[in-house]
């Protein structure tokens, strides 16, 4: 069965303290695996897609990589404004529809 | 802007009142979808559209209904709405498989 697997449930850092979120997955053969940041109350808003093992993508201080079993959504000297739940997803080749993790609470104290 | 339009942000109705949430997305996309989002239940998707005029059920389609008539529109209609429905409801769209999706705000709607 496709299933996704985010952990921590949440995570509580100190301002600038580096971190790594996981999201691990089994899919039968995989489309894309999608990273999603979301606000309380709001709509995800769009991270990244990733392919491939081995890829990796880039923004501000998140950087997130692929292998064939998991992704990890890694952030660099957070920011308060850095903190909401971050959402993983993956599409298998076999199916349109995403499947969702439960999501990483980050929480980044000043 | 590139955007995608729910209205209402906030309905309270009350049960077996018809009610119609609207979505709209000026990107042009062909991909859209309808979500709801519960504490500890996450994402769960309630229907998909591939392309104008076809639909399919997600993982949880009882007590909804949708339409794509036009690209840009993909109402969600709640016949007899009932107080398990009362949830926070996204729609999102996306240029096709493969591709991450732009979400709306959210609607969230309580049944009393």
């Known amino acids: 069965e496709d299933q996704v697997t985010q952990s921590p449930e949440a995570l509580r850092l100190q301002e600038g303290e580096s971190s790594s979120l996981n999201c691990s997955y089994t899919?039968?053969?995989?489309?894309?695996l999608f990273w999603y940041r979301q606000d309380p109350g709001k709509g995800p808003e769009f991270l990244y897609t990733l392919y491939s093992a081995g890829e990796e993508k880039e923004k501000e201080r998140l950087k997130a990589t692929l292998t064939k079993k998991e992704s990890f959504l890694h952030i660099t000297a957070p920011k308060p404004e850095d903190s909401a739940t971050y959402l993983c997803a993956v599409q298998a080749d076999s199916n349109y529809q995403l499947i969702w993790g439960a999501g990483t609470k980050l929480i980044i104290k000043p | 802007e590139a955007q995608v339009t729910q209205n209402p942000r906030y309905l309270i109705t009350v049960t077996g009142k018809k009610l119609t949430v609207t979505c709209s997305q000026n990107?042009?996309?062909?991909?859209m979808s309808w979500y709801r989002q519960d504490p500890g239940l996450g994402l769960r998707q309630i229907y998909y559209?591939?392309?104008?005029?076809?639909?399919d059920k997600g993982d949880v389609p009882e007590g909804y209904k949708v339409s794509r008539k036009e690209k840009r529109n993909f109402p969600l209609i709640l016949e007899s709405p009932s107080p398990n429905q009362t949830s926070l409801y996204f729609c999102?769209?996306?240029?096709?498989?493969?591709?991450?999706?732009?979400f709306g705000s959210g609607t969230r709607l309580t049944v009393v």
């Open positions: 559209s591939m392309n104008v005029e076809v639909t």
């Open positions: 999102a769209s996306s240029v096709g498989t493969g591709y991450g999706y732009t």
């Open positions: 990107m042009n996309h062909e991909y």
């Open positions: 899919v039968s053969g995989l489309r894309g």
